[in-house]
Structures are given as structure tokens and as C-alpha cells.
């Protein structure tokens, strides 16, 4: 952007990189340090792990900065009457599981009835997340739910594998994260469950996690709110115009394309877009302050002829954002390992919105008195 149009409309982006280890306190410290900066550059903050963002969720409030949390995070923060400060953008990990689950009863036939799914998941706010919208989808569909958590990091799961060997699930849902992915696809062949009936959460699908693992990580599923890959024009631009400049900050070219690079781009499109609904409203060539951002973050509409617009298209989903919904989407994709990439075995899935959507807003309407917050009146589109 800075580069190809000199920022946007004019104002060029800013940046700032702060390693957290995915460690709560290290977030707090590295926002605390950086918010000072949102002056020039309001956001959205990217913290990139739930625990940090449960614990910066009044700071962002009192602060006036807008926080992402594209496909992680607090689910209930989807409920901007009582968050409007925090955008759980394209999915969360309840409707993450819903989608799953809606793949797998297609699998099925329809006939999720009498089925055993168990839900391997690491033990903490993230993994946690999605148990009550498993639980819901588990009561609709009458399926049995098996709840296995594994302690963190997750380097030894065999006991969790044998007990899933013992149990005998139609399928597993893997909610794994860093090394716990590799393990526990290990785990799974040393034990004998199909990799092709194990599908693992956004965070637990990416070459990082299937590489490692070698032959055990063939055939198996995950779900994926971005598409990886370098066919997308916006993918081969940025290698021409920044990497084939010499500009770029990756020594390592051969991850261009991976996963995780594409979720990076993916979730700067969404900055820029944001960045540029703002200006549309409140004054081109001018720096945004953060409730102007805000305002854009929940007035988001990017539709698929503006994704072929900036060359992304198939990259994430359409996403339209409202005062009383901050996801924008619900949608991914599954995507199978063959042992060399990955790749898409369903269109975009959306998860189960009448099932899961008043979960959040009963959690939100929860936070809300507990805290003596009063929400803000926005439209009802649950």
C-alpha cells in the first residue's frame, strides 16, 4: 500500500511489532507500550492470542482503541451493544466448531444422531471457548460429546490418545495450538484413529503444524477462515513489488503462501479496508482517530466484488459488520493435508447463527452486569 498508492489515500501506514510469547502479562506490557502510538497509527491492535485479549478488554475501552481478533478470541465480544471496542472478525471459535460440525453431519449423511465426537482441546481460555457451542450443537443433533483436555504445551498426549482408542468417536475435533498440533497427530498414528476423521481448529492448521509431524499428518482436516496458497493476484503483487524489491522483511521466501502468511495478509486487508471506511466518512487524505476506525470497524462491508477488486479474491470471506454483530461472517473452509500442502475440501461453511449467535448475546448480557455496563442500543439481528 505504502509502496503501490503511498498509504492510503495519501496517508501512509505505520506500524509496530512487540513479541509476546503468547504470555498474558507480556501482551498487557507490549500494549501498555505501544498505545502511546495509536495516536498516528489508532489501530486496529492485532494481539494475536485470546488470553491477552481477555485481559486487555477494559484497557481497550477506557483507551478508545479498536482491537481485532480475527478468528480467535472472546466470542461474546461479537455483541457490540456491550463491546465496541473489540471485533472478532470472520469467525470465532464458536462458530468455528458449528461449521466443523455442519461438515462433518455432511459427511455423515445427515445422520449425526448416535455419534461420538470427542473434543481434544488445550487446556486454557482458548481452548475452552468452544465447549458451549459444541454442547448446544451436541443437544440439537444428539450426538455424544467426549471432552479431552490435554495440559499445556501439549508434548505428551498419549494418555489423551488412548483414552480416545478406548472411547471409539466417529470423529475428533482438535483444538491444538504450537507444539501440540505436531504431538497430537503423532499420538493419533502411534494409536491408530484416522487422520482423515480428525479435524482441527484455525489454530491448529497450518504447514507449521502438519510439516513437523511427517507421514501422521496426511489426510488430516482442518478448518481454515483463510485460503493458503500464491494464486491470488494480491499475493503476486506483493512478491513483485516487495520482495522482488528487496523490501521485504522475510528471509525465508518459500513461506509466502503458507497458511499463516496468508491469514497475515488477509487480516491486513481488513486494517486497510477499515482504514479507508473511515476516511470515506469522515474526510479522505486525513489520519483517522481511533472512534473513527471504530465507527469503520463496525461499519465494514466487503463484499466478493471488492475482494476481486484488490486481488483477493477466494482469499476470506464477504464480511459485513454491524453495531450488534462484530464477527461479520461465521464462515470457513475445511482444508485436507496430502502430505506435501494443503488443500480445500469444502466451499465456505458457515456455523449454525440461530444456535450459536444467542449464546453470545447471553454471555455478553452476562459481562454486561456483572460489570455495570450498560449496552448500547443497537439494531437486533439475531
Not at 109 to 114: D, Q
Not at 188 to 215: M, N, V
Not at 263 to 287: C, D, H, N, P, Y
Not at 319 to 336: A, M, V, W
Amino acid at each position: 500500500m505504502n509502496i503501490k498508492e503511498g498509504g492510503v489515500n495519501g496517508v501512509k501506514l505505520v506500524w509496530e511489532e512487540c513479541e509476546t510469547e503468547y504470555n498474558i502479562a507480556k501482551g498487557i506490557e507490549c500494549y501498555e507500550r505501544l498505545k502511546g502510538k495509536t495516536k498516528s497509527a489508532p489501530g486496529p491492535m492485532h494481539v494475536l492470542s485470546t488470553g491477552i485479549a481477555y485481559g486487555l478488554m477494559d484497557k481497550i475501552a477506557n483507551d478508545k482503541i479498536p482491537m481485532t481478533t480475527i478468528g480467535y478470541g472472546r466470542a461474546d465480544t461479537v455483541d457490540g451493544s456491550v463491546f465496541p471496542w473489540a471485533f472478532p472478525l470472520v469467525t470465532t471459535y464458536q462458530m468455528q466448531v458449528s461449521a466443523i460440525v455442519k461438515y462433518i453431519d455432511q459427511k455423515e449423511g445427515g445422520k449425526l444422531s448416535g455419534k461420538r465426537i470427542a473434543f481434544v482441546y488445550h487446556d486454557s481460555a482458548y481452548g475452552k471457548e468452544p465447549i458451549i457451542a459444541l454442547e448446544a450443537e451436541s443437544k440439537l443433533h444428539k450426538f455424544d460429546l467426549v471432552q479431552i483436555p490435554v495440559t499445556p504445551p501439549g508434548n505428551d498426549q498419549m494418555a489423551q490418545w488412548l483414552d480416545i482408542h478406548h472411547a471409539k468417536p466417529d470423529w475428533v475435533i482438535f483444538w491444538g495450538w504450537g507444539v501440540m498440533n505436531q504431538t497430537g497427530l503423532k499420538a493419533a498414528q502411534k494409536t491408530g484413529f484416522p487422520r482423515d476423521h480428525i479435524i482441527g481448529g484455525c489454530s491448529s492448521g497450518s504447514e507449521e503444524d502438519t510439516i513437523p509431524a511427517g507421514d501422521a499428518a496426511k489426510g488430516y482436516l482442518s478448518a481454515t477462515w483463510s485460503v493458503s496458497g500464491t494464486g491470488a493476484p494480491l499475493i503476486v503483487d506483493i512478491q513483485k513489488v516487495v520482495h522482488g524489491a528487496g523490501k521485504g522483511n522475510m528471509p525465508d521466501k518459500s513461506r509466502i503462501g503458507s497458511t499463516l502468511y496468508n491469514r497475515g495478509v488477509s487480516a491486513a486487508i481488513i486494517s486497510v479496508e477499515a482504514l479507508r471506511t473511515a476516511q470515506a466518512r469522515f474526510g479522505k487524505g486525513k489520519a483517522s482517530d481511533g472512534e473513527q476506525v471504530r465507527w469503520a470497524l463496525e461499519n465494514l462491508d466487503i463484499t466478493n466484488a471488492r475482494l476481486k477488486q484488490i486481488g483477493a479474491t477466494g482469499l476470506l470471506p464477504e464480511i459485513k459488520t454491524s453495531c450488534s454483530n462484530h464477527e461479520g461472517s461465521g464462515k470457513i473452509r475445511i482444508q485436507q493435508w496430502d502430505g506435501a500442502k494443503w488443500v480445500l475440501v469444502s466451499d465456505w461453511l458457515e456455523g449454525n447463527k440461530a444456535l450459536i449467535h444467542p449464546l453470545f448475546r447471553a454471555s455478553a448480557k452476562q459481562y454486561a452486569r456483572e460489570n455495570g455496563i450498560t449496552p448500547r442500543d443497537c439494531p437486533a439481528e439475531w
